[in-house]
């Protein structure tokens, strides 16, 4: 395969990369030119999407790079996602960062650096490729959780999330090591092909620790306790990017390897895999319930949702993974729908809110605010007719009929626990008496973007069923 | 013309769904007007629905069927079941926006648009023909009965909102499962097909306790009935009055449409559970109505002890026993809905559901007095009223099956009529002891137009049952023969050749005996 061809599938990539390059030499020079640089970026991740559509929509599948990278319908359909996450974090921000000093040109740049990142790791088929791309998502993100440098709690996340961040690269690399010694080979399809017949103890290690260094960046439990540190600590448009983009990447880089590199030992992961759902959607769920700041609740709700979205991958199946691409979709929806909400609880001075409290009584001053921020809750808690219960229901269709019903059952009757929370929030907006400290708020993208994800997350989003099934299903294809 | 001709039920979901939405964006009073008229013209669609019904024609009318959501298909449909317990929900719902006419000061929009979506959703499980539509109409119902009862609820509303939350969705998720792994094996989601499709017995077993789950807590049947008294004590009364009326009755439904049909030998196999429970609920709940101060407390336990018997009924697996079950649960609708709006009507005026505080209504509340004594009597099941009907047929359906399970529910009429008359008595008879409770006025028009059409058809159900008996037999028969296979053998045959009873026998009635039972029954 000659270069061009490769050239020629990375043109997602390539697009984000060169406009990060020459974005970055706009903020070099005009440090004032936030906006600017935000509506540049936001293009530039439109056009990238645009290509990511074009090879679903063509059913581009193909290698490239020797193998390193392969641009097929898996990858294109978590990049529309990447992409649409990120560009949403971009649109939200200037106001907010504004408000909090901390805007500047870099951070557009920052988060097309990111989502670079994560186009990279959704496409790898090599452990290298990997590498590379998660670390560049992640030292992006890590600057990110610290951009409000003045703030001590986005420093402290920028700290926490760094260290926490560098200690699973570790693991997963020294996993990757083990693989890479013990099969000869960094590529996925030649892992697989060795990883045949009785497993290795030391591709069983391997196995482990490329599993638990994932299951960190995708803040599954028992890897989960940077997240509400996290969360709670970067500015919040950054957290609601958090929450989306790379949860989406790490989701889908998971997939990939489990399916290409392990898919000849379903027994040896799975377990683990189960176990790692059912304790995330449990901490989830238990650790929500005590909390009083809302980003650490929607923290929590993350680590929740990401184990709903584990036993997909338990079932092992093809309609396991197209329904976790499903539930990605509406999950990111409903998620950033969620920080779009938050972002609307301004006090009298303009500071921001983010307290249990401040949202007492908020259907009565806001109606409106209060009324989308209650369809977000009833989607996350998965209660229909919105649309999250559908994300829910085809990831426990295809755990039933993988035959794994303890899973089922077990992780159903959790999801009442975790309905628990997202009721105490819709019951202290409703319910409690008002407490009137959130005044109108002023930004127009910020209502507009949350009305519109209200709307898709509605019982509205079901007529979107169609389209999202046979796109997911194509997609889920491209892997088996 | 004939309501076929249109999509009459897609109309029906559609017009309070757009109603709720517009109650959203308007002032107070335009949203009570718009609600009216929604309900109003929702109530006119179900008369005509039920006119073009043919209960001769095809088992499901008015099916319609649209591929709009992918594997969760729009189908809708119904037989003669499905359309009274529509019929129920439409004419209870304007009285409901009725009675909240005055009753609600605060975010009326709100409330209006949450009693639209309740209706929408109430006739969407029970036309749904999809199981994955039904199981999203039944728990979609949730969302604006929680906000009801926490929004427009007594004191201890937030306690109660919680505990009607998560008991019925926690009930309700294993019913998910089971429907999902009912779909794969059967390879389609499609009602009617599946009514027909034969599970294996050892997983019959499995599915019938899911199904069990969600039904049993939203029947509710002893011991999982404990959120129902809170629900309904802090609900406001238009919220009880659909609680009662028509959300428990989607129990019911549930049992009679997927756990009877489905799983006969599941159904059969369980019977000693669903007559034990049922037993228990009638004693216990009606002693412990018995002792309760507060009005709607008594009516709640009341509710339980009302819904044991339909449970009796519909297991009994004989034509009696289920019609009769069937008209229990219109019945019980009508009367606890009337009763719980009779509690409105003296809290509106003292904002007190204490019994001890009313006494001698009858004295300067006659009006009143007399349509209080009329659902009373209904409650009861006195005979000229509805609830004589559904109990007796029940009731003579479960002798055929359990004479045991027969006699203890039957104990449960004569402890309805013990603390139903005895609350009848504290409330209308006796001294005038409180001097604000004596100078009450009586009911006012719009309070009199909400209780004289229930009443009209309370007295219809109890003079003329054939007109609920028609719609329903047929469907009741279509059932009955599908779960014959797993019918129980009855404990009371009658011994004929048994030489040690024939002295017991009265010669004189001869063969006629066995034909009176029939006529009487029927």
């Not at chain 1, 590199?261 to 059912?278: E, K, P, R, S, Y």
């Not at chain 1, 005044?439 to 993208?445: G, L, M, Q």
């Not at chain 2, 007594?154 to 999902?180: E, H, N, P, Q, W």
């Not at chain 2, 009055?241 to 028509?246: F, H, T």
């Amino acid at each position: 395969m000659d270069l061009s061809t490769s050239l020629y599938l990375v043109r997602p990539e390539l697009i984000l990369s060169f406009s990060s390059l020459a974005l970055l030499l706009i903020a070099a020079w005009r440090q004032e030119a936030g906006r600017l640089v935000s509506i540049l970026s936001v293009a530039a991740l439109v056009g990238a999407g645009a290509y990511a559509v074009h090879y679903l929509c063509a059913g581009t599948d193909a290698s490239a790079f020797e193998g390193l990278y392969r641009a097929d319908a898996f990858g294109s359909f978590a990049k529309i996602l990447i992409y649409f996450a990120a560009a949403i974090s971009l649109m939200i921000a200037p106001k907010a960062l504004e408000k909090m000093g901390a805007m500047r040109a870099e951070y557009p740049v920052l988060v097309i650096l990111a989502a670079v990142g994560m186009g990279v790791m959704v496409s790898a088929t090599d452990l290298l490729t990997l590498y590379i791309g998660l670390e560049l998502n992640s030292l992006a993100a890590y600057v990110l959780a610290s951009f409000a440098r003045n703030d001590g709690r986005s420093a402290e996340a920028g700290l926490k999330y760094f260290v926490l961040g560098a200690l699973a690269s570790g693991i997963l690399l020294f996993g990757m090591s083990l693989l890479y010694g013990f099969t000869g080979s960094t590529s996925f399809e030649t892992i697989g092909t060795a990883m045949t017949g009785e497993l290795s103890m030391g591709l069983l290690f391997g196995l482990v620790f490329v599993l638990s260094g994932l299951a960190f960046k995708i803040s599954a439990a028992p890897f989960h306790m940077w997240t509400p540190d996290v969360y709670e600590g970067a500015p919040t448009p950054v957290t609601a990017f958090f929450a989306s983009a790379p949860k989406v990447a790490a989701s889908a880089l998971l997939i990939r390897i489990v399916v290409e590199a392990f898919g000849n030992q379903v027994q040896a992961w799975q377990q683990i895999v189960m176990v790692v759902a059912l304790m995330s959607i449990i901490i989830g769920a238990v650790g929500a319930i005590g909390q009083q700041n809302l980003k650490r609740l929607l923290a929590y709700s993350s680590i929740n949702n990401v184990g709903f979205l584990l036993i997909g991958l338990a079932a092992g199946t093809e309609q396991g993974v197209a329904a976790m691409l499903v539930y990605l979709a509406i999950y990111v929806a409903m998620t950033l729908g969620g920080f779009v909400c938050l972002m609307q609880l301004k006090g009298r001075d303009g500071e921001m809110k983010e307290s249990m409290a401040d949202i007492a009584g908020l259907s009565k001053t806001r109606p409106a605010l209060a009324a989308i921020f209650a369809i977000f809750m009833f989607s996350l808690a998965g209660i229909p007719p919105l649309f999250g219960f559908y994300g829910k229901l085809v990831v426990f269709n295809a755990a039933i009929s993988a035959g794994l019903f303890p899973l089922a059952v077990i992780g159903i009757a959790a999801s009442v626990i975790g309905a628990f929370y997202y009721l105490k929030v819709v019951k202290t907006m409703y319910f409690d008496e008002s407490g009137d400290s959130i005044e109108a708020a002023d930004d127009k993208v910020l209502r507009w973007t949350g009305g519109a994800l209200g709307l898709v997350v509605s019982a509205l989003g079901y007529l979107a069923i169609p389209l999202l099934g046979a796109v997911t299903a194509q997609a889920a294809g491209a892997l088996f | 013309m004939n309501a076929a001709e249109l999509p009459i039920l897609s109309i029906m979901l559609a017009v309070p769904m757009v109603g709720a939405l517009a109650c959203l964006f308007v002032r107070d009073e335009m949203a009570r007007i718009i609600a009216l008229t929604a309900t109003l013209f929702n109530l006119l669609l179900g008369v005509w629905l039920w006119a073009s019904y043919d209960p001769a024609g095809a088992q499901w009318q008015f099916v319609e069927s649209a591929a709009l959501f992918g594997p969760i298909g729009w189908k809708l449909g119904i037989d003669g079941i499905s359309l009274l317990l529509i019929m129920l929900s439409v004419f209870l719902m304007p009285i409901c926006i009725g009675a909240s006419w005055r009753a609600v000061t605060e975010r009326v929009g709100l409330y209006m648009a949450s009693f639209l979506l309740m209706e929408t959703l109430m006739i969407g499980v029970f036309a749904a023909q999809d199981l994955m539509l039904f199981y999203i109409m039944f728990e979609a119902g949730l969302i604006p009965m929680y906000l009801i009862i926490g929004i427009w609820g007594g004191k201890d509303r937030i306690y109660a909102s919680y505990k009607f939350f998560l008991y019925t969705l926690l009930g309700s998720v294993f019913m998910l499962l089971a429907m999902l792994w009912m779909i794969q094996q059967a390879g389609t989601a499609d009602i009617p097909t599946l009514l027909n499709h034969d599970f294996p017995p050892e997983a019959q077993t499995i599915l019938w306790l899911a199904f069990f789950a969600s039904f049993a807590v939203k029947m509710p049947m002893w011991p999982v009935h404990t959120w129902l008294p809170d629900a309904h004590v802090q609900a406001p009364t238009a919220g009880s009055v659909i609680l009662a009326g028509v959300l428990l009755k989607m129990g019911g439904y549930g049992f009679l449409r997927f756990s009877l049909p489905m799983f006969p030998e599941a159904s059969a196999q369980f019977i000693w559970l669903i007559f034990g429970l049922s037993m228990v609920a009638v004693v216990y709940t009606s002693l412990v109505a018995l002792v309760q101060d507060d009005m709607k407390k008594l009516i709640a336990y009341s509710s339980v002890a009302h819904m044991a018997i339909v449970t009796v009924g519909l297991f009994t697996f004989n034509q009696q026993g289920i019609e009769g079950a069937i008209i229990v649960m219109l019945s019980h609708g009508l009367v606890s809905g009337a009763l719980f709006l009779c509690v409105g009507v003296i809290y509106d005026r003292l904002h007190t559901r204490e019994i001890s505080r009313y006494g001698g209504l009858s004295i300067n509340m006659p009006k009143y007095a007399l349509f209080f004594m009329l659902f009373t009597m209904a409650s009861v099941g006195l005979p000229g009223t509805s609830g004589f009907v559904g109990e007796f047929l029940s009731l003579a359906g479960a002798y055929k099956v359990s004479t045991w399970a027969t006699l203890i529910a039957t104990t449960g009429i004569i402890l309805g009529a013990g603390y139903m008359l005895y609350l009848y008595r504290r409330v209308a008879f006796g001294e005038q002891v409180n001097a604000d409770a004596a100078a009450m006025p009586d009911l006012d028009n719009r309070e009199l137009w909400l209780l004289a059409p229930i009443a009209a058809a309370v007295l219809w159900m109890g003079i003329y049952p054939e007109s609920f008996l028609a719609p329903i037999r047929r469907d009741v028969a279509t059932i009955v023969e599908r779960i014959e296979r797993a019918a129980p053998a009855g404990d009371s045959k009658l011994k004929v050749h048994d030489k040690t009873t024939a002295k017991y026998r009265i010669q004189a009635h001869g063969g006629e005996h066995d034909k009176k039972a029939e006529g009487a029954a029927h």
